[in-house]
């Protein structure tokens, strides 16, 4: 069974920097695409960034050139460096993966890109 799970969340000040580990049971890193998510109380849950089995990265605008996605192959972990966090980044972030490469343009942020889930890890951002 492919378990993605979600770790490294927690509370920081704004401007501050996160690192969330994701380690999946059941899977390669290597395989298909790799991406987090993010989801606020009432909203859709949406794409931050993702990574093919290539190592090809694709990030939303809003956390271009402030978060870094990466995986290793050796301690099979998806990561997601956070840094210079804002409060607008505060939500349950996901992990997720799928067998396919990621979807070009903006196809890779949708949920139904993906068939595994992880149960996710909070971030606030203080003000």
């Known amino acids: 069974q492919v378990q993605p799970v979600e770790s490294g969340g927690g509370s920081v000040q704004a401007g501050g920097s996160l690192r969330l580990s994701c380690q999946i049971f059941?899977?390669?890193?290597?395989?298909?695409?790799m991406a987090w998510f993010r989801q606020l109380p009432g909203n859709e849950r949406e794409g931050v960034a993702a990574?093919?089995?290539?190592?090809?990265?694709f990030y939303v605008d809003s956390v271009k050139g402030r978060f870094t996605i990466s995986k290793d192959s050796g301690e099979n972990h998806l990561y997601l460096q956070m840094a210079t966090l804002q409060p607008e980044d505060t939500a349950m972030y996901y992990c997720?993966?799928?067998?396919?490469?990621?979807?070009?343009?903006?196809?890779?942020?949708?949920?139904?890109?993906?068939?595994?889930w992880g149960r996710g890890t909070q971030v606030t951002v203080a003000t």
């Open positions: 990574i093919d089995s290539d190592g090809t990265t």
């Open positions: 997720a993966a799928d067998h396919r490469e990621c979807f070009p343009g903006i196809l890779w942020r949708v949920v139904g890109s993906f068939v595994f």
């Open positions: 059941g899977y390669s890193v290597n395989m298909g695409c």
